[in-house]
């Protein structure tokens, strides 16, 4: 599998983004889709997760209501559109894929960024004050 994310780019607050993540290699619908991001000096970080089909989505607190994922199994992509962007949203993102159990949903294990199985090579996001 080959996760190739693009979309980022330098934005004023307040401005949109939307970043994409193609997935090629085995069955995209296998897997539970989700992006995190990393600011220099700080940890991974979940940011929203979806679902084999789409009909479920997670995310973060500080993203609710502002950023919303979601996906598209016939282009075998994942999307994550962006608004209302702050300076603290700032970061390298990432998207991941994750081959999850039921479990794994239930108990919201899907915040941890050990347990993806693959993961794309990140995009730039820059959010100016």
């Known amino acids: 599998v080959q996760l190739q994310a693009s979309g980022g780019g330098l934005v004023q607050a307040g401005g949109s983004l939307r970043l994409s993540c193609a997935h090629s290699g085995r069955t995209f619908t296998n897997y539970i889709m989700s992006w995190f991001r990393q600011a220099p000096g700080k940890e991974r970080e979940f940011v929203a997760a979806?679902?084999?089909?789409?009909?479920?989505?997670y995310y973060h607190d500080s993203v609710k209501g502002r950023f919303t994922i979601s996906r598209d199994n016939a282009k075998n992509t994942t999307y994550l559109q962006m608004n209302s962007l702050r300076p603290e949203d700032t970061a390298l993102y990432y998207c991941?894929?994750?081959?999850?159990?039921?479990?794994?949903?239930?108990?919201?294990?899907?915040?941890?960024?050990?347990?993806?199985?693959?993961w794309g090579q990140g995009t730039q996001v820059t959010v100016s004050s």
């Open positions: 979806v679902s084999r089909t789409g009909s479920s989505t």
């Open positions: 991941a894929a994750g081959l999850f159990t039921m479990a794994t949903m239930r108990e919201a294990r899907y915040v941890l960024p050990d347990i993806y199985n693959y």
